[in-house]
């Protein structure tokens, strides 16, 4: 049993990478069909649990990350019928709370890390990926408090993941396309905030892995 555990553990930062290029891809796809809501949120749901899992070798600590996970997965299963309900948007607040602390851990790791592994290298890419992801939810919960904070997005099912989603990496790619932009200054701030993120992570990731790979 002790091998299988160590061998599954050895390859968390890879099902985490797997789970989140599978939540950006499939949201766009399944979005405008009638189960595009439940794909979104199952797919969601794993990458939650995929990040727990992830992120702490403390076994208490991801009992009580995962005890919250739930609870949080509950009020959002629980109110999946409306994007904008308080509980789906409480338990949306969970998950990116959660995942805020989950990236503090992993960029812990990798720039403490002795080696570049391949656990390294996936918990490298991982971490940016899910930097996107989460600050795109935060997007979401920003526009549900203060609707029109950002012009040309929608809650409503049907269209609406994926949008947050692509302002949130065209954000922190600093690509900029312009066809989406925030409106009310918190807004702005908080995608400037996403931008800087997203330079110095870029910056500060590949001057660790190159100091680690050259000794």
Sequence with gaps: MGPEVALADRFKSGYLLASLVLFILMTPLFEATRIGHIVEDGLLSLVLLATVYAASDNRRIRIIALALAIS??????ANIADPSTPGRLAGLTVYVVLNFAAIGMLL?????????????????????????????LTYILI?????????????????????????????LTTLGYGDVSPDAPFGRIWAIMEAVTGVLYITILVARLVSLYRS
């Design 108 to 136: 812990r790791r990798i720039v403490l890390a002795p080696a570049v592994t391949g656990e390294v290298f996936c918990a490298g890419i991982s971490l940016y990926l899910l930097i996107g992801v989460n600050w795109a």
């Design 143 to 171: 526009d549900a408090i203060d609707p029109g904070t950002f012009e040309s997005l929608s809650l409503s099912f049907g269209k609406g993941g994926s949008e947050y989603l692509y302002f949130s990496f065209a954000t």
């Design 72 to 77: 949080a997965m509950f009020l959002v299963w």
